[in-house]
């Protein structure tokens, strides 16, 4: 389950996305400067500083005020744990990816 909830978040996110000669998904990731390739499993979104970039781009984002799915990520911060927000964030992007 973490590596398709992560692959929802990579798409959420634009990151850019490759087929490797395996046929395996990677997902590139840039930080500080650097980058990495990813397979979607291995995402360290369930980790703190990860996580809070998917959380920055739903809260700063003012079409998203008032819902829900918003509000149920705001409520889980204060607590500070990954596993809340990270389940508040999946259901954030599938409610935003069925409004499409």
């Given at each position: 389950?973490?590596?398709?909830?992560?692959?929802?978040?990579?798409?959420?996110m634009?990151?850019?996305?490759e087929?490797?000669?395996?046929?395996?998904?990677e997902?590139?990731?840039?930080?500080?400067?650097?980058?990495?390739?990813y397979e979607?499993?291995?995402?360290?979104?369930?980790?703190?500083?990860?996580?809070?970039?998917?959380?920055?781009?739903?809260?700063?984002?003012?079409?998203?005020?008032?819902?829900t799915?918003?509000?149920?990520?705001m409520?889980?911060?204060?607590?500070?744990?990954?596993?809340?927000?990270?389940?508040?964030?999946?259901?954030?992007?599938?409610?935003?990816?069925?409004?499409?």
């Amino acid at each position: 389950m973490t590596e398709l909830n992560n692959r929802l978040i990579a798409e959420f996110m634009e990151l850019d996305m490759e087929v490797s000669n395996k046929g395996v998904i990677e997902y590139y990731h840039e930080e500080f400067d650097s980058g990495e390739w990813y397979e979607a499993e291995y995402l360290p979104y369930d980790e703190w500083n990860w996580l809070m970039r998917v959380v920055r781009k739903i809260l700063t984002n003012e079409n998203y005020i008032d819902l829900t799915q918003r509000e149920n990520i705001m409520d889980s911060l204060p607590y500070g744990i990954e596993d809340d927000t990270y389940a508040a964030v999946v259901e954030f992007i599938k409610w935003y990816n069925e409004q499409k």
